[in-house]
């Protein structure tokens, strides 16, 4: 259901957000066994989008430039996808009405979550 492209978006994030530091590009495409020219793309939207800034230098990196409970992960995966909100009521056809209402309330869930409740969850379940 989500990309690779926003799964690293995300873990990307919770990186650069747990970070006192800035993060390099280099060590978390390692950590996370990608490689750097794909992360450095991935890191790249995230600029696009407002959500990071680099910083080059001794003690550059990435790092954020909102604070984590402003993220919400709605507008970071119709940022990543290029995809505008859903429109429903669009078809009478029940099979599609279904899968609006699963989209939806999908939707709804990732729009009412931010970068710091997935930070806090992660942390409670001891990962990394």
């Known amino acids: 259901m989500f990309s690779a492209t926003f799964r690293y978006a995300l873990i990307s994030l919770l990186e650069i957000a747990s970070s006192e530091e800035g993060v390099n590009a280099a060590e978390l495409a390692r950590r996370h066994q990608v490689s750097v020219a794909y ?45 505008p909100p859903l429109l429903t009521g669009s078809s009478t056809n029940p099979a599609l009405l279904w899968l609006d209402g699963l989209e939806l309330r999908w939707q709804q869930q990732l729009a009412s979550t931010t970068l710091l409740e997935v930070q806090a969850q992660v942390a409670a379940a001891g990962q990394p």
């Open 39 to 83: 992360l450095s793309n991935v890191l790249s939207e995230l600029k696009r989008l407002g959500l990071i800034k680099s910083q080059k230098g001794r003690r550059g990196g990435y790092q954020l430039m909102k604070p984590p409970g402003e993220i919400d992960l709605l507008r970071l995966h119709q940022g990543l996808a290029g995809s």
